[in-house]
């Protein structure tokens, strides 16, 4: 991908950035906010503090700086562009990971970690064993959200307290709370310590009883995909002073998880910042990308895109109508016309899953001599000369590109629920409009009708401009 460049500070993150009392911080703010951007500023500069600290009350051990990310691919982004904005120095300890390999890290944890195939197999077996009514998909979720939440032996607490964070629909009332507890999580539970499996809710519990690695700086990217134990950990491995940083966006939230930060542990936070800019979307992607979750609840803790915030304009996003074949003759074109420098702008093919559903796209650009690389589950950001790059949304996240192309926008996009206040259409949503905030410049959608997506109810009209081929 396209080299890349250190970011500068704005005026309105530079209060953010130089912010360097010790204690934890919140920095919220919508995407195209500069979050990441601000973090990695903060990064730096509390590095440098940290340095001159030790130094200044003459202390030998070397200061410890850890960068939490979700992802693998928001990780290799992340370290990529740390490792240009950290002072280099022997008595600095810098490092980035994402939270399960991290917790994995500091435990000294060697077995083998359930994958999510094995994790849903196991569960789903369970699952029809209850004979549950619920969806399977959102049990599922569901038992990810109560095993993060809560620590082992509080897990009774699900029975008592509001299910914060999870929709309205399907609705769990006590007898049904009663059965996910004792039909699911608990056989699931016995089955993991009879036959000695781990998940990665138990990287978390394992990272929290470590021995403590005293980081000075922590910064935590996408907190609001991280559970209440992965926080915990991350608490009991700060140093007795510390500067520690959390950046959020409810809104983005792509896991069924849930972050309380006072029920996490962390200690009333000394200052919440909010970033209220938008310095990557124009005005028209933003307005897009509103009406895509309007009507979402949002707590505090989350930001809708405001189109008034977008500090510039450019065309409406283009939604192309046709099969797929016509969908790709007409990005083809589009990506060798002059509206589109490919020699100095990134372009980012979204889909919902990797894997073969990005076949026909990878034969039209080989086809079309248009070189690309692959982002998802990468550790690495690729230094290579592509401007072309597939990802799935949930590895898109945390990253940009000048223009954001997302064909095929088939049911499969949006199923499993005909409510529309059900958990899963509301995940799918956040999901998909987090994908269209990754557009700097232009966005392009496109399905064929007779597969159309129930996403596309909530297009709102006249912030697209359809093309029929």
Known sequence: MQPLKNPRATPEQLIIVTDDDPGAVLIRGSAGSGKTSTALLRLSY????????HKRLGVGDPVQVLVLTFNRTLAGYVEQLARLQVPKDDNLQLEISTVAAWAKNVS????????????????KSLIRHSRNPLDEKFLISEVDYLLGRFLPLDIEKYLVEERTGRGVRPRVDGQMKHRILDEIVRPYIAHKDQHTLFDWNDLALAAMTAPRSNYQVVITDEAQDFSNNQVRAVMSHVAPEYSLTFVTDTAQRIYPRYVNFAEAGVPRFRRIHHLKSNYRNTKEIAAFAQGVIAGLQIDEDGS??????ARSSGKKPTVLVGRFGQQMNWIIDYLSSAEVDLSTESVGFLMVNGGGWFDEVRNRLTKAGLKFTELQQRRKWPLGTESIALSTFHSAKGLEFDHVIIPGLKERFLTGADEAEHES??????????????????????YKPEEASDLLQFFRAGTYEEIRL
């Open 46 to 53: 509390l590095s440098s503090y940290w340095l001159r600290r």
């Open 108 to 123: 000294n944890f060697n077995g083998d970690v359930l994958d999510n195939v094995d994790r849903d197999g196991l569960l």
């Open 304 to 309: 809708l895109p405001n189109p008034d915030s």
């Open 425 to 446: 259409v509301l995940t799918l949503r956040r999901l998909f409009a987090m994908g269209v905030g990754r557009a700097r410049k232009t966005l392009t959608l496109g």
